[in-house]
């Protein structure tokens, strides 16, 4: 006990403060020596604060200086450094948790983490009702919920919402719905009288089933983003399919970026500035109901050149098909599809396999049946962009670098 006296004796000549203020506190079973890297100072309590009688105004606070350092370097960290760390340093509040409309994808975002998914029972009764009960304390920890509501639409929308619900009674400090495809992100306006916008209708369901943040990738439109009430961190998949194609090796002056219909311009202008300022073209389309286009011309020159047809999504496959048969037609040498979301509606695997495109570049951000896969398609993984984003969100650090 005498130690201890000499070692609070020597933090209040250091703090020049009179001894009844001191807030020091030493266990009897501490064999750390005292330093100097502990300094203290005297903070202002805010008078609501719910411990006020214990934290006035004047009394002492230790603060170690290497800390906020500390803090900061860990906030630089990526995943990729995480993963390399002991495992006991790994974060102990960050849970993944994976529906079952795409569990392969969740899989991998976890092993870019080095986390394993946390368990939880998804069942079906025989009525259809779904059934969630996640299977470990998951009281003050962030959650991350890997669910994109891919087909069967609604059965996917509904199995996240009662996710979200079940990690809100369970006390989950945050939830984030990750949603790598976004369903009903096409219905964002009105095009006639009496529609309804069901990207709004969604986003509203899932702030009001308890998601603090949402996590969306490629949205049909940014004015989706706009929908929400909650904050929404919007990540693109064509840094994935730039690299692929960077591969390819295409020399650039053979290349041509196109879009596929107007209402794709402003995405197909972003792609081609990344690929060393890439010309572009635009296909005209006229659609005379839903899932059914109609070519009427295209802007640009193609001619002898290799066009590179960029969309979000592929459903039908009927207006990225019409498209290409008339890049072919206008002497286009080689016609490359690339698009993040493959919802490959029927029935788009047979116009994808028709022979009209060199490659079909998609994303697995939706699971690809075994009966859709032909020769001429090939799947790319975001889970690396995804777990780099979640990791980052998680961390309080810039997602907009990544981007």
């Known amino acids: 006990m005498t130690g201890i006296r000499t070692m609070r004796r020597e933090v209040l000549n250091a703090c020049k403060l009179p ?53 900061q370097a860990e906030s630089h960290s990526t995943a990729a450094q995480l993963y390399r760390q002991p ?18 994808l969740a899989h991998e975002v976890a092993c870019y983490l080095g986390l394993d998914l946390g368990g939880i029972k998804i069942k079906r009764f025989a ?18 919920l890997i669910q994109p509501t891919c087909p069967p639409v609604n059965d996917s929308l509904m199995e996240l919402l009662i996710m979200i619900d079940a990690c809100k009674r369970a006390s989950a400090r945050s939830i984030t719905a990750v949603m790598p495809y976004f369903g009903y992100a096409r219905a964002d306006r009105k095009t006639q009288g009496r529609e309804s916008i069901a ?3 969604a986003a509203n369901l899932l702030t009001e089933a308890g998601a603090d943040r949402v996590l969306a990738m ?52 972003a792609f081609a500035k990344k690929l060393n300022d890439a010309p572009l073209a635009i296909v005209d389309k006229r659609r005379s109901s839903h899932n059914v286009s109609e070519v009427m011309n295209l802007i640009g020159d193609v001619k002898d050149k290799v066009a590179v047809l960029v969309d979000d999504m592929i459903d039908t496959a009927g207006t990225i098909t019409n498209a290409a048969k008339v ?26 396999s028709s022979g009209v ?18 020769p001429e398609l090939t799947v790319l993984s975001v889970a690396n962009l995804l777990g780099e984003t979640i990791w980052r969100v998680y961390n309080a650090s810039s997602v907009q670098s990544i981007l």
Request: net charge neutral; aromatic share 6%.
């Open 327 to 352: 890049l072919h037609a206008e002497g286009a040498r080689e016609v490359y599809a690339c698009a993040t979301h493959a919802v490959l509606s029927p029935p788009a695997t047979a116009r994808l």
């Open 199 to 201: 990207a709004k209708l």
């Open 357 to 374: 495109f060199q490659e079909v570049i998609i994303a697995n951000t939706i699971p690809v049946k075994a009966e859709d896969h032909f």
């Open 218 to 269: 490629d949205l049909h439109s940014g004015q989706c983003v706009g929908y929400f009430d909650i904050p929404v961190d919007h990540v693109y998949g064509d840094s994935v399919i730039l690299d692929y194609l960077a591969s390819k090796r295409i020399s650039t002056g053979d290349l041509v970026v196109v879009s596929p219909d107007v209402g794709g311009v402003a995405r197909a202008r």
């Open 127 to 144: 009525d259809g009702e779904i059934y969630v009960q996640v299977q470990e304390s998951i009281r003050g920890c962030d959650v991350f």
């Open 87 to 104: 495992k006991g340093m790994l974060p102990n509040r960050l849970r993944l948790f994976a529906g079952t409309a795409n569990p392969a």
């Open 19 to 71: 001894q009844q203020v001191c807030c020091l506190k030493v266990r009897h079973t501490c064999r750390r020596p005292l330093q100097a890297a502990w300094t203290c100072r005297a903070i202002v309590a805010p008078t609501t604060h719910t411990n006020g009688a214990a934290l006035r105004a004047g009394k002492p606070v230790l603060e170690n200086p290497l800390w906020h350092d500390s803090l």
